[in-house]
T-cell receptor, first 114, second 112 residues
């Protein structure tokens, strides 16, 4: 079956512009996660969605970052007024549910802010 | 917050050699995950360990969890060029059942 897909695969944007990243989780997976991977750093948790529960936004680095999810399907991560330090690979993952199930990752979106 | 330290940071081996990568946690481990990442690609799930003493194998890769030492090891037997990549360990942080903290990764190069 299809894995987690993300688009675009690469995005170059000018400082100050807004960007929107998309994630399509594996069908049937109720849990969805966004992570950020900056050069030389480990993955950083950003946000978690589980079904219709309120998302855990505790990892979002600033109020310029927001994310939405429609039901148990597509999610979008929006970064407003991008800064150079936002340059990173943004990875989306999904799992059957929470509670210790393995998280399956998408290929990521490489964001470069110039 | 929980920190995961991986060692070594990078490793170069000759094809056919065995190798071990370690992941040590600063706090109690609640589930330990191993992933592999190739440059420019997403993470490929390898194994998940949940109980102290647990050991899992898949093809030539074996992972163990030592709960007392708060450590996991990943062992590759008879390495092949296809094993090359970045190996990442992740753990559920603070007892959360979903939030993962990751190490910085171990870059493995296998020379033919």
């Amino acid at each position: 079956g299809a894995g987690v897909s993300q688009s675009p695969s690469n995005k170059v944007t000018e400082k100050g512009k807004d960007v929107e990243l998309r994630c399509d989780p594996i069908s049937g997976h109720t849990a969805l996660y966004w992570y950020r991977q900056r050069l030389g750093q480990g993955l950083e948790f950003l946000i978690y969605f589980q079904g219709n529960s309120a998302p855990d936004k505790s990892g979002l680095p600033s109020d310029r970052f927001s994310a939405e999810r429609t039901g148990e399907s597509v999610s979008t991560l929006t970064i407003q007024r991008t800064q150079q330090e936002d340059s990173a690979v943004y990875l989306c993952a999904s799992s059957l549910t929470a509670g210790g199930y393995e998280q399956y990752f998408g290929p990521g979106t490489r964001l470069t802010v110039t | 917050s929980q920190e995961l330290e991986q060692s070594p940071q990078s490793l170069i081996v000759q094809e056919g050699k065995n190798l071990t990568i370690n992941c040590t946690s600063s706090k109690t481990l609640y589930g330990l995950y191993w992933y592999k990442q190739k440059y420019g690609e997403g993470l490929i799930f390898l194994m998940m360990l949940q109980k102290g003493g647990e050991e899992k194998s898949h093809e030539k890769i074996t992972a163990k969890l030592d709960e007392k030492k708060q450590q996991s090891s990943l062992h590759i037997t008879a390495s092949q060029p296809s094993h090359a990549g970045i190996y990442l360990c992740g753990a559920r942080s603070g007892g959360s059942n979903y939030k993962l903290t990751f190490g910085k990764g171990t870059l493995l190069t296998v020379n033919p």
